[in-house]
């Protein structure tokens, strides 16, 4: 397990649903990232947040609705989802906003929506 | 044109042998690079960073930078079956901010 830890790890749930998706990173880091993965398609970047506030959101639904209530702790809340949202989705952290040493990715949430 | 392009696999190598993943981008400005593990089902994990021209080694991986060129690669020397994962190549197109794109991937698997 990295620094960087994800809840829960399978979540299965119907387009009517509500829920919210947790992230921790104990590494001390300033910056915070939800990634989405899908199948055959390269990691996409839904967010960004650094020291609590978010800078980056890539024309995300808004059926995604992200919080950093602090700089250790992000979620990614849930609402009305469509099948196609079916992916692997990844928190990662790194130490400043300009990622001079990468990221650490958390083990993922493999969601699926029915 | 792809932002960030990797080379098609899956590759294989046999066991001992020298394992070459290139990565091409199209933003000449990139200013960091980076190289990413995935085994199946696991998340990406960070192996190396480059940021100048030239060679970084680190154990038996080796990236390779080339500006003029735009491309990064990745050596594997002495690629053991553990080594058989996907590779993600990821490039920070930003300077001031986060742009970091990621490539789609190559497959390695080394045979025993």
């Known amino acids: 397990e990295t620094g960087v830890t994800q809840t829960p790890r399978h979540l299965v749930m119907g387009m009517t649903n509500k829920k919210s998706l947790k992230c921790e990173q104990h590494?001390?880091?300033?910056?915070m990232y939800w990634y989405k993965q899908s199948a055959k398609k390269p990691l996409e970047l839904m967010f960004v947040y650094s020291l609590e506030e978010r800078v980056e959101n890539n024309s995300v639904p808004s059926r995604f609705s992200p919080e950093c209530p602090n700089s250790s702790h992000l979620f990614l809340h849930l609402h009305t989802l469509q099948p196609e949202d079916s992916a692997l989705y990844l928190c990662?952290?790194?130490?400043?906003?300009?990622?001079?040493?990468?990221?650490?990715f958390g083990p993922g949430t493999r969601l699926t929506v029915l | 044109q792809k932002e960030v392009e990797q080379n098609s696999g899956p590759l294989s190598v046999p066991e001992g042998a020298i394992a070459s993943l290139n990565c091409t981008y199209s933003d000449r400005g990139s200013q960091s690079f980076f190289w990413y593990r995935q085994y199946s089902g696991k998340s990406p994990e960070l192996i190396m960073f480059?940021?100048?021209?030239g060679d970084k080694e680190d154990g038996r991986f080796t990236a390779q930078l080339n500006k003029a060129s735009q491309y990064v690669s990745l050596l594997i020397r002495d690629s053991q079956p553990s080594d058989s994962a996907t590779y993600l190549c990821a490039v920070n197109m930003g300077t001031s901010y986060d742009k970091v794109i990621f490539g789609p991937g190559t497959s390695l698997s080394v045979i025993p």
């Open positions: 990662a952290s790194s130490q400043e906003r300009n990622n001079e040493f990468g990221k650490f």
């Open positions: 480059i940021y100048s021209n």
């Open positions: 590494l001390g880091h300033n910056a």
